[in-house]
T-cell receptor, first 114, second 118 residues
């Protein structure tokens, strides 16, 4: 069975500093990997996804993520954090041939402070 | 990005009554939609996969007679919580699959619906 781990419940970073939100996955096939962001009382917004090709994926709002097959990781990054980036971030995995079902991590609360 | 709309955003119902939540893909057709449930400060739990024109596929442990899903058209799926009880109070989120695109299918989420059963 596929699974996703987000080891940090919360990440704090100062505005203007780089941020990283960690994600590792476990699948038996080739993974499709996703990052979504959720603001309070709202649905999820798609940030980016990795299907194949370049390991560095660029997404919305200046976010990017790096797929590392050997470490089975897909960490979310941004060079310079903004206070408005404060939200709940979910990593998700879909296994090819898995019927497009997403398995989500437990989420990481990002707090960007002035 | 694509737009998925959920209605209502907030609903309060009395225990024992039924409530319907709609999920619409506004600018694309979605043969597949998904319904999730999210408890406060927790991750999303997939409840069922809704396929247009056919019966929904429910995840293990989800009562299909309690959570009725109908996917009557390529742009609309509905979730009806029947005989609701306070423990059904939760945040329900739908998603719809758009594709294929240059990078395959992408799943877009609705804004979610808060259900409170009193």
């Amino acid at each position: 069975a596929q699974s996703v781990a987000q080891p940090e419940d919360q990440v704090n970073v100062a505005e203007g500093n780089p941020l990283t939100v960690k994600c590792t996955y476990s699948v038996s096939g080739n993974p499709y990997l996703f990052w979504y962001v959720q603001y309070p009382n709202r649905g999820l917004q798609f940030l980016l996804k990795y299907i194949t090709g370049d390991n560095l994926v660029k997404g919305s709002y200046g976010f990017e993520a790096e797929f590392n097959k050997s470490q089975t990781s897909f960490h979310l990054k941004k060079p310079s954090a903004l206070v408005s980036d404060s939200a709940l971030y979910f990593c998700a995995v879909e296994v090819t041939g898995g019927g497009n079902k997403l398995t989500f991590g437990t989420g990481t609360q990002l707090k960007v402070e002035l | 990005g694509a737009v998925v709309s959920q209605h209502p955003s907030w609903v309060i119902c009395k225990s024992g009554t039924s409530v319907k939540i709609e999920c619409r893909s506004l600018d694309f057709q979605a043969t597949t939609m998904f319904w999730y449930r999210q408890f406060p400060k927790q991750s999303l739990m997939l409840m069922a996969t809704s396929n247009e024109g056919s019966k929904a596929t429910y995840e293990q442990g989800v009562e299909k007679d309690k959570f009725l899903i109908n996917h009557a058209s390529l742009t609309l799926s509905t979730l009806t919580v029947t005989s609701a009880h306070p423990e059904d109070s939760s945040f329900y989120i739908c998603s719809a699959e758009k594709g294929p695109g240059l990078t395959g299918n992408t799943i877009y989420f609705g804004e979610g619906s808060w259900l409170t059963v009193v």
